[in-house]
């Protein structure tokens, strides 16, 4: 019987009920490999095992995170690691952190960590950037997921995305995939032509990264001041936006954007167009309905993230009796400042609902958050859904 075992142990085949009936009874050892085989079946084949999957340098950095912080340090971790991955100076996160610090919300120790956590993003990066450099000029060509990280400051979000689609490699940055990209948006004269809810989450997500200026100064006229100097006036053609606390329901009941003080009054004309110098050059006041060239530089504007918005304006359609004053323009042009002190302030008369666009819902970690983390926040909300655009049926009739 033993040499019959040996026989199937040596062939693998299946052990039959009889040859398991017979060896209890004779109680003979049975192999180790046939121990544990069922009747009928041949022998489990061990399963080779599977090489481990490599992490990408996010899912490293969540976990590094998880390991070592807990509650708000880990919150602001994984921002700080956000805003590494956008380019933005390590400076001015362990700025943050400091604060932070003073405020006692997380201990020293806590933002230590968070810097060292940072600094392994960095390098992360870094390594990132050298791998894309020694890859030969056609395979770069051909690599529609690898975001380009060498343009500059001021496109620090250039190529970072952090959607659904993220590439589960470390040589790789998240992207859609180009087959599912939208068509480019029209440009006339500098302003992109949006006529659709695509369009508009499109503009806002490349504005979000870029927070470039769509636009135009233009000389309309002239005035004086209220110390009877003649000024060059100017307008700005493009798009604006607006940070209001009110909901897009209050704003169409209001018929758009209307400023609180009377401009049928001389005085108060002259501030919208922040030339009346006695309150100061460049400042409006409640003259006027305020925008700004960019989102980045409205957005701290907004403390109400369940009604609040940040409004898209287009400004070629505000009415032929209408006007949007850029106070940068009218400021320089005319010599009464060095330098734009208004933070690219358009100041518009009035703002029908056929001019706004579409807005922007943020999130509150948005509203809370430091001005220069702000548009990075809502570019990720718009992967998480926390940051919502929605188009105005409204805009252009």
């Not at 606390?245 to 209307?258: D, H, L, V």
């Not at 518009?348 to 983390?373: C, E, H, M, Q, R």
């Not at 990720?380 to 105005?392: A, M």
């Amino acid at each position: 019987m033993t040499d019959k075992i040996n026989s199937i142990n040596q062939a693998k085949t299946i052990i039959t009920n009889e040859d398991d009936q017979n060896v209890k009874k004779n109680e003979q050892h049975v192999p180790e490999n046939l121990q544990k085989a069922e009747t009928g079946k041949a022998p489990d084949i061990q399963k080779k095992e599977e090489p481990e999957k490599q992490l990408s340098l996010k899912e490293q950095t969540e976990n590094v995170i998880a390991d070592n912080l807990t509650g708000k340090a880990s919150e602001l971790a994984k921002i700080a690691s956000s805003a590494i991955r956008a380019n933005v100076p390590m400076e001015d996160i362990e700025d943050n952190l400091s604060i932070a610090v003073k405020d006692k919300v997380i201990t020293e120790a806590e933002a230590s960590k968070i810097v060292e956590i940072a600094h392994m993003v960095k390098n992360g990066i870094a390594k990132q950037i050298e791998n894309l450099n020694k890859k030969p000029e056609q395979e770069i060509k051909n690599d529609d997921k690898q975001p380009n990280f060498k343009e500059g400051r001021e496109q620090y979000l250039k190529g970072y995305e952090d959607n659904e689609n993220e590439v589960k490699n470390d040589n790789k940055q998240p992207e859609i995939k180009t087959e599912n990209k939208a068509p480019e948006i029209k440009v006339e004269n500098n302003i992109p032509k949006i006529t659709n809810k695509d369009d508009l989450i499109k503009f806002v997500k490349e504005q979000l990264k870029n927070d470039i200026v769509h636009g135009e100064g233009h000389k309309t006229g002239s005035t004086n001041d209220d110390t009877g100097n003649k000024r060059d006036l100017y307008e700005f053609k493009g798009l604006c936006f607006r940070a209001d606390n009110r909901n897009p329901n209050n704003i169409k009941k209001a018929n758009g954007f209307t400023s609180r003080n009377d401009l049928k009054n001389s005085t108060n004309m002259l501030e919208a167009q922040g030339l009346l110098t006695k309150k100061g050059i460049g400042a409006t006041g409640h003259s006027g309905v305020s925008t700004a060239m960019q989102i980045s530089k409205c957005a701290g504007c907004l403390n109400d993230g369940s009604n609040g918005r940040i409004y898209i304006i287009d400004s070629t359609k505000i009415g032929e009796n209408e006007h949007g004053y850029s106070m940068k323009h009218i400021t320089l042009e005319n010599k009464l400042k060095e330098t734009d002190e208004t933070g690219g302030e358009v100041n518009f008369t009035y703002v029908p609902p056929k001019a706004i666009v579409g807005w922007i819902k943020v999130s509150d970690s948005v509203i809370d958050a430091k001005y220069d983390l702000k548009n990075q926040l809502m570019l990720e909300g718009l992967g998480t859904g926390e940051t919502i655009v929605e188009f105005n049926e409204l805009y252009g009739k």
